[in-house]
């Protein structure tokens, strides 16, 4: 499409340092956009590596959260009630979450089962408090920091695939991998444990 820069140009702006800080309300409005973040976590990943991808990811994931969080509590209300009468598994972690509080929304954030935009909408129309639903973003960092370090295995956007599905380099899998499995296994104990505290029935 004419006019607009090719991708290396815009990988190696944002490499740079004035890059990284625009990345944080570039990844925000990503997210308010209730668009996907695992492209754009392993984006930063590549650009930045596993530390400083997962920093630059968490703020602005935090930032973009907060928004959706405010709009779909006040503005948007109607229309985040319409959307999630399509999910009626969000539907039901809504009215959780006005019991249970923190607790869930730590865990919900800690699964890699709920989709991470979606879920705001949710904590927006329930009765969860603002200190609470913040609080609770700490739970987005085990996935954070496994995107990035996706991001940074594969090394390079055009490989973001092959990792994704298996088809990297066995070398590299067996040289960088291992930073990796650990923040795996965190996401898929507390997914599990997530799932089993949303499956208990309300305390009378």
């Known amino acids: 499409m004419a006019g607009l820069p090719p991708l290396d140009a815009v990988v190696e702006a944002l490499a740079s340092p004035l890059g990284a800080i625009a990345f944080v309300p570039l990844y925000a409005l990503w997210v308010t956009l209730l668009l996907p973040g695992v492209w754009a976590s392993m984006l930063a990943g590549a650009i930045y590596g ?15 959260a907060e928004v959706v969080f405010l709009l779909g509590r006040s503005w948007l209300r109607d229309w985040a009630r319409r959307q999630l009468q399509r999910a009626p598994r969000l539907q039901a972690i809504e009215g ?8 869930l929304v730590l865990l919900t954030r800690l699964s890699p089962a ?4 979606l879920l705001n909408l949710a904590y927006g129309l329930s009765q969860v408090s603002l200190r609470d639903y913040t609080l609770g973003l700490i739970g987005i960092l085990p996935g954070t920091v496994l995107f990035c370090a996706l991001g940074a295995l594969a090394g390079d956007v055009a490989r973001f695939g092959a990792v994704l599905s298996g088809r ?3 070398a590299t899998w067996a040289l960088r991998v291992l930073g990796v ?3 795996v296994v965190v996401v898929v104990l507390v997914g599990n444990a997530a799932r089993q505290a949303l499956e208990e029935p309300p305390q009378p």
């Open 168 to 170: 990297a380099d066995p």
């Open 50 to 64: 596993t530390a400083w991808g997962s920093v630059v990811v968490f703020v602005g994931a935090c930032l973009g």
């Open 96 to 103: 959780a979450v006005s019991r249970e509080g923190l607790k």
């Open 114 to 117: 709920f989709p991470f935009s």
């Open 181 to 183: 499995v650990a923040t």
